[in-house]
């Protein structure tokens, strides 16, 4: 099993900034990509940012030029900066990781964090 723990959420006023940040832990893995997704009150969960394990990276177009995916490989670590916020960014901020997991073999699966709230006011 790989555990990710989220971190980083809260309250923010328009124009502020965010970052959050995801750890993934377990046994025996490699990380292939990760990804922050959301999801507000009666829409479906969308993504947000996604990084590959060579750090390419992709971008919701709301968020574009906005927010910034990094990860960290040696500590396991994604991060997402989020500048620039918005009320419409207000959501429950999932972290995502795509991994290779040894469990009497190799097995490639995808896990999710418990969510972190952000929520954009004045």
């Known amino acids: 099993q790989v555990q990710l723990v989220e971190s980083g959420g809260g309250l923010v006023q328009p124009g502020g900034s965010l970052r959050l940040s995801c750890a993934a832990s377990g046994s025996i893995f490699t990380i292939n990509a990760m990804g922050w997704y959301r999801q507000a009150p009666g829409k479906q969960r969308e993504l947000v940012a996604h990084i590959t394990s060579s750090g390419n990276t992709d971008y919701a177009d709301s968020v574009k030029g906005r927010f910034t995916i990094s990860r960290d490989n040696t500590q396991n670590t994604v991060y997402l900066q989020m500048n620039s916020l918005k009320p419409e960014d207000t959501a429950v901020y999932y972290c995502?990781?795509?991994?290779?997991?040894?469990?009497?073999?190799?097995?490639?699966?995808?896990?999710w964090g418990q969510g972190t709230q952000v929520t954009v006011s004045s």
């Open positions: 995502n990781a795509d991994v290779n997991e040894y469990s009497s073999g190799w097995y490639r699966r995808v896990y």
